[in-house]
């Protein structure tokens, strides 16, 4: 890509002096956009949202496709933002998933989330790991398929004028990969389409859901999708449809897709839930950290605003110590408003510690991408493992191209 030339060649010629951070540059390095399903209706929203709030590093982060990278690294070096180029997939561990042991899906033994940070961009992918991941969308879409064909059952029961059209639902509303979210907003938009009144809307839920809505619901657009989700698309519901086991796949070949693409894979903790618990996998962590190390995982990340404040900082030192490249996120993939800055424990702000080890992961990272696209090695070897040996000079390299970007120099 030219814009990695363009800054190569502003490095040589600019020399950055060191900066005594009074503000540390603020990353969120896990947001979902339109190309999966995200609480912003397009990439322009994210970005006017991020300079709103000031935030230096965004990290796309959509399920099962890179198909945003383009307008991505568009809108972010348009804005002088950082781009990190990242992906999330869903895999299922068969010796765990027999065991009953639980990763950091709470609910199904053996399924791991694994992201893969700093891909490539443009993206390089072999054809028979492109074929993959097309599969998987394909089989993806083809489940919210059957989940509709399910729904408008229900549906009919009680206006055939609510039945959800598959084809118009993929064509209008998301950008070539439908999921389980959208199928929930399409159900609640055609309700009011045709019901105004909000008596009629009560009933209409109530006769759908076999239950009441929150009377203060009613006007809440991301309540509403949440609750036909969790009471009709989960499991238990009537609408629910059981994944194809072929979209799930061994981590290690998630893993291998990620390398593939020039990415760093990363491991997303879920860390405490539930006052304090935690999945089999995440209690012991230094059972966790070896297994990660062990499968070649030496990156990871957190969603920290769904953690205790004291807890998720004791992991995330901890992990730091043990030299894992460490980011956070929001992943704002559901219904509703929420700010891109990272929060802790709802909304708790970072302190100095944790807001440094966010931005020296992004920096890592940061390198890991250019030198990847201009020279074709990052911080990685051959074999996948860390050169930890140069991790100040990547940390130094990083800084100066994020920096670079926010003062629009390039």
């Not at 998301?174 to 389409?193: C, D, F, P, S, Y």
């Not at 920096?363 to 250019?370: R, S």
């Not at 860390?386 to 390039?410: A, H, S, T």
């Amino acid at each position: 890509m030219n814009i990695w030339n363009n800054i190569s060649t502003r490095l040589k010629k600019i020399e950055q002096p060191d900066e005594d951070l009074i503000r540390i540059p603020r990353v969120n390095n896990h947001i979902h956009t339109p190309y999966s399903f995200s609480a912003f209706d397009s990439i322009d929203n994210i970005i006017e949202a991020a300079k709103k709030e000031n935030i230096s590093v965004l990290g796309i982060n959509d399920f099962n496709t890179p198909g945003g990278f383009p307008e991505w690294a568009e809108k972010c070096f348009n804005n002088n933002i950082f781009p990190i180029f990242n992906i999330e997939m869903i895999g299922l561990n068969k010796a765990d998933m027999k065991n009953g042991l639980r990763i950091n899906d709470p609910h199904n033994p053996g399924r791991v989330y694994i992201s893969g940070k700093a891909l490539a961009y443009p993206l390089k992918l072999s054809d028979w790991h492109a074929g993959r991941l097309k599969l998987i969308r394909d089989l993806s879409n083809d489940h919210v398929y059957r989940m509709t064909l399910k729904i408008n059952d229900i549906l009919g029961t009680v206006n055939d004028r609510l039945i959800v059209d598959f084809d118009e639902m993929l064509r209008d509303h998301t950008m070539g990969m439908v999921r389980e979210r959208h199928l929930a907003g399409m159900v609640r938009i055609n309700i009011e389409k045709i019901y105004r009144e909000e008596k009629e809307i009560k009933d209409v839920y109530t006769r759908l859901l076999g239950e009441d809505i929150e009377p203060a619901g009613i006007n809440d657009k991301a309540y509403l999708e949440n609750i036909i989700r969790s009471r009709l698309l989960k499991a238990g519901g009537e609408a629910f449809v059981k994944e194809d086991p072929e979209v799930f796949i061994e981590s290690q070949d998630i893993r291998d897709i990620i390398l593939d693409a020039g990415g760093i894979p990363a491991y997303p903790f879920l860390a405490d839930f539930k006052d304090g618990m935690y999945t089999e996998f995440e209690y012991d962590r230094e059972q966790a950290a070896l297994r990660l190390a062990e499968g070649g995982f030496h990156s990871v990340e957190f969603i920290p605003a769904r953690n205790n404040y004291q807890l998720f900082k004791e992991y995330v030192m901890f992990l730091y110590d043990k030299g894992f490249i460490i980011t956070f996120g929001t992943e704002h993939n559901a219904p509703g408003e929420k700010p891109l800055g990272v929060f802790a424990d709802g909304n708790k702000k970072l302190d100095n510690d944790l807001l440094r080890i966010n931005y020296e992961g992004a920096c890592i990272l940061a390198a890991h991408q250019y030198l990847y696209a201009t020279t074709g090695a990052g911080y990685l070897d051959k074999k996948g493992k860390p050169q930890k040996n140069k991790k100040e000079k990547f940390v130094k390299l990083g800084d100066r191209l994020i920096k670079l970007v926010n003062k629009g120099l390039y």
